[in-house]
């Protein structure tokens, strides 16, 4: 079981990033995966997710700004982050996760998550 998230990094507000996640496992195959936001001294929230046939759904802060894609193997997991806000500063984390987005509990396999910071 590995999990790596790359592609963070310092942007402008305004600015766009991609994010991606390399996973290897079973479970980051079949079972939903998502994308973590962790702000400087907040928790790790779930902020979007994509199941194993493609379906998304994203929390309300990153709605139309952010789009979650897995490939076909579904061993790599990609974040597109546009128009970035200061907010959205912190470390994201990707993850296999168990429920739903609203009622869900992840995998324990906390990879190392990457860094974004949006300057103002």
């Known amino acids: 079981v590995q999990l790596q998230a790359s592609g963070g990094g310092l942007v402008q507000a305004g600015g766009s990033l991609r994010l991606t996640c390399a996973a290897s496992g079973t479970i980051f195959r079949v079972n939903p995966m998502g994308w973590y936001h962790q702000a400087p001294g907040k928790e790790r929230d779930l902020i979007a997710s994509v199941t194993a046939g493609g379906a998304t759904n994203y929390t309300d802060s990153v709605k139309g700004r952010f789009t979650i894609s897995r490939d076909n193997s579904g061993n790599t997991v990609y974040l597109q982050m546009t128009s970035l806000k200061p907010e959205d500063t912190g470390v994201y984390y990707c993850?296999?996760?168990?429920?739903?987005?609203?009622?869900?509990?992840?995998?324990?396999?906390w990879g190392q998550g990457t860094l974004v910071t949006v300057s103002s």
């Open positions: 993850n296999a996760f168990f429920g739903t987005f609203d009622r869900h509990w992840p995998a324990p396999y």
